[in-house]
């Protein structure tokens, strides 16, 4: 017996007779005699529309109105779930947000999980009774309703299964597992057995959109075992395995690869600002407005200084943000010209930013010089470059996004014997 | 300064549009300086949505978890109103019924209100506050939400006007007050000034579906004002005065009629029991079975036993069903033959319920005699009479309604000058 957390996403939630099918899934794990709780998500498409109404309603709105407005998605979805389990024979109760309750910060909007109360549901798993709880919301100080920020329902799903002290998360998703790459542009990616903490929050967080950033970060705080897996099943009602999120010490020496995976995204952009005059604070000058605009900067690649001639020495900063918040950065940028000192803000939105990323690299050599040197002979230009402990990035053309993901997949030996598309 | 209770129905939430109009209309009253309590129904046909969504998973659905899904939706509209009315200057919150709470009782899927805590939002008002709250559900003893049954959200506004003892409870509706009588089948019909609340609940039991029954007789319990008005303005945004629900004693002696309204009523069938033994018992074995089975009994006619021959006194027994209920009601009634004891069970769906109501009939004599004369004149046959102390109904062919309600109408001096049609 286990206990266990099932999480199903808005496709597995969209109309009844998918729930149906959730349902039948989830009473076989019953069946099996384990303890299961379910986090659900709002039907696909419904929080959206929930969004906009409150757009429509108003274009500054109060987010603790948002709140109670996009909520009720998970909220009916728990509800027709415990139904559903109930036809089927599963004893099921739904519990809201605020029943148990999943205590929150009062960032509504993106409130961050605090403590969830499990004496309730506890006793009622006890009694064989699978617990049906929405994700996305809980409950603020105020005892006012909270949202946790869109994807939030991967973040509940793990804070319950901490609470609950659950042996594994499992997560039901539209893929069936974290590839070593996207199978659209490398078709003999490899689906991975095991990936750490660490390796997923890089994958996620360059690109590889499986799980919400947050509930991995959460995940590996809280020594949470989480698995993905593709929420449909074969005739037998049968998923393969997915792929298991874990700690480091979990994956044996056999399995460790050099590099896990090769990550891209195209949704940044390059602003390089030059001639900066290089003096203490000059970074400062730059991002504290940006981060006070809320916007996220990414890569940050600064040289050594250098003078020209008779004038103090300056360099160039090069940095990413959000292709979607370019002409705000700009603007932010231009405002505090004076205060930065820089000559030009030339941007380019048509970049790509591609990751080689793995564990294994903290004990080998050679990693990075490898990606050039493959880069390189193909004529791929590198913009800019950062490294991290377990990740290497590189900047390219938008344009050879591609040609670069299928080159190094091939360098590193990730390219699976057969295609995926079999 | 008064403090009042505005009610909106699902047509005025229906988009955001039509909320937006709404928040315009309160923020009229609030300006004026008034302390505002609105309670929302859900976007129209969104309840319906919602309840198909329970049946689709489960024809037994667990009420406990319908009710957490079809609550959904007048939490989508109160948060929904509370940010329209902040944008434009209005300050609002929604108070959810988990939320006050607005207490009810366990009777999931149609449970009655009980004490509604108005601390927390007395203050908030108090603060000119606008507080938005929706209609239809409250929470049960073992705090899980509950609902009241369709059309509950009328009942929701009255009891929160009589807890907050409000000054008076206007509900927006889509007619714009209480008629004499249907004005599709008569142009002359008049718009009622004042109505009692007895003569209310037996005009809106008897077809005139302007308010929710249960509403009217918490009104009258309570003593509660209720206005009943267009939710629809006129270029200036002003609307009509509606109709005012009161107590007998503030109806004047000049308005006073003797006659109020003129309902009509085409769901009901009839049956007649024939040769049921005259003997104590005998009509509790007709409805119990019945009752058991949830079947509403309305009009019920026993005429005097007689004896045929040498057998025992009998007698035949009439009454009406709801006509949705008519094939129901003949099994029941199969299935307890032999305890009751009776011939045969003639019935006809094709029936009308015509009823005249008014105060004014208790010091009058007349009344009904006047009601059987006009209907003999015009040939229409009178199947059955039930009265009342405010009321009169007959029971005729269904063919006959729109003429029998229009002579009715002229007989009883109810048509107004000019066609309403105007």
């Given at each position: 017996?286990?206990?266990?957390?099932?999480?199903?996403?808005?496709?597995?939630?969209?109309?009844?007779?998918?729930?149906?099918?959730?349902?039948?899934?989830?009473?076989?794990?019953?069946?099996?005699?384990?303890?299961?709780?379910?986090?659900?998500?709002?039907?696909?498409?419904?929080?959206?529309?929930?969004?906009?109404?409150?757009?429509?309603?108003?274009?500054?709105?109060?987010?603790?109105?948002?709140?109670?407005?996009?909520?009720?998605?998970?909220?009916?979805?728990?509800?027709?779930?415990?139904?559903?389990?109930?036809?089927?024979?599963?004893?099921?109760?739904?519990?809201?947000?605020?029943?148990?309750?999943?205590?929150?910060?009062?960032?509504?909007?993106?409130?961050?999980?605090?403590?969830?109360?499990?004496?309730?549901?506890?006793?009622?798993?006890?009694?064989?009774?699978?617990?049906?709880?929405?994700?996305?919301?809980?409950?603020?100080?105020?005892?006012?309703?909270?949202?946790?920020?869109?994807?939030?329902?991967?973040?509940?799903?793990?804070?319950?299964?901490?609470?609950?002290?659950?042996?594994?998360?499992?997560?039901?998703?539209?893929?069936?597992?974290?590839?070593?790459?996207?199978?659209?542009?490398?078709?003999?990616?490899?689906?991975?057995?095991?990936?750490?903490?660490?390796?997923?929050?890089?994958?996620?967080?360059?690109?590889?959109?499986?799980?919400?950033?947050?509930?991995?970060?959460?995940?590996?705080?809280?020594?949470?075992?989480?698995?993905?897996?593709?929420?449909?099943?074969?005739?037998?009602?049968?998923?393969?395995?997915?792929?298991?999120?874990?700690?480091?010490?979990?994956?044996?020496?056999?399995?460790?690869?050099?590099?896990?995976?090769?990550?891209?995204?195209?949704?940044?952009?390059?602003?390089?600002?030059?001639?900066?005059?290089?003096?203490?604070?000059?970074?400062?000058?730059?991002?504290?407005?940006?981060?006070?605009?809320?916007?996220?900067?990414?890569?940050?690649?600064?040289?050594?200084?250098?003078?020209?001639?008779?004038?103090?020495?300056?360099t160039d900063v090069t940095f990413t943000v959000p292709t979607?918040?370019?002409?705000?950065?700009?603007?932010?940028?231009?405002?505090?010209?004076?205060?930065?000192?820089?000559?030009?803000?030339?941007?380019?939105?048509?970049?790509?930013?591609?990751?080689?990323?793995?564990?294994?690299?903290?004990?080998?050599?050679?990693?990075?010089?490898?990606?050039?040197?493959?880069?390189?002979?193909?004529?791929?230009?590198?913009?800019?470059?950062?490294?991290?402990?377990?990740?290497?990035?590189?900047?390219?053309?938008?344009?050879?996004?591609?040609?670069?993901?299928?080159?190094?997949?091939?360098?590193?030996?990730?390219?699976?014997?057969?295609?995926?598309?079999?």
């Amino acid at each position: 017996m286990a206990r266990i957390v099932m999480k199903f996403g808005g496709t597995s939630m969209a109309g009844i007779e998918r729930i149906r099918s959730v349902a039948a899934r989830i009473k076989r794990e019953w069946e099996a005699g384990n303890e299961v709780a379910v986090v659900v998500s709002a039907m696909a498409g419904e929080t959206d529309r929930l969004v906009n109404f409150c757009r429509e309603a108003s274009s500054l709105y109060d987010p603790r109105e948002y709140d109670v407005v996009v909520s009720s998605g998970e909220q009916v979805t728990s509800g027709l779930l415990a139904i559903a389990l109930q036809a089927i024979g599963v004893p099921a109760r739904s519990w809201l947000g605020w029943q148990l309750p999943i205590r929150t910060s009062d960032g509504h909007g993106s409130a961050r999980i605090g403590e969830i109360d499990t004496t309730a549901l506890s006793a009622s798993m006890a009694d064989r009774t699978v617990a049906v709880i929405p994700g996305f919301q809980g409950l603020a100080p105020g005892e006012r309703v909270t949202t946790l920020g869109r994807g939030g329902s991967d973040t509940s799903a793990v804070a319950m299964a901490a609470a609950m002290k659950a042996d594994r998360c499992d997560i039901y998703t539209d893929v069936d597992g974290v590839y070593t790459t996207d199978p659209r542009i490398v078709p003999r990616a490899r689906k991975l057995k095991r990936v750490t903490y660490e390796e997923m929050l890089e994958l996620a967080s360059v690109g590889a959109k499986v799980l919400q950033t947050r509930s991995v970060g959460l995940a590996m705080k809280e020594n949470v075992r989480v698995q993905v897996l593709s929420s449909f099943v074969d005739e037998d009602g049968n998923s393969e395995p997915g792929t298991l999120i874990v700690g480091e010490e979990e994956i044996g020496d056999m399995e460790r690869q050099l590099i896990t995976g090769i990550a891209h995204d195209k949704n940044e952009a390059k602003i390089t600002l030059t001639n900066v005059p290089d003096k203490p604070g000059a970074v400062a000058s730059i991002f504290s407005p940006l981060a006070d605009a809320g916007i996220n900067v990414d890569m940050i690649v600064q040289n050594v200084a250098h003078a020209t001639g008779t004038a103090p020495k300056s360099t160039d900063v090069t940095f990413t943000v959000p292709t979607a918040d370019l002409a705000r950065s700009l603007d932010v940028l231009e405002k505090s010209r004076e205060a930065i000192g820089f000559d030009a803000a030339l941007h380019d939105p048509r970049v790509a930013k591609i990751s080689v990323v793995g564990v294994g690299m903290r004990s080998h050599a050679g990693v990075a010089s490898k990606m050039f040197t493959t880069l390189g002979e193909r004529g791929i230009n590198v913009q800019a470059i950062t490294t991290s402990e377990i990740k290497v990035s590189v900047l390219i053309h938008e344009d050879e996004t591609e040609l670069a993901v299928r080159v190094l997949h091939t360098a590193y030996g990730l390219d699976a014997e057969e295609p995926a598309t079999a």
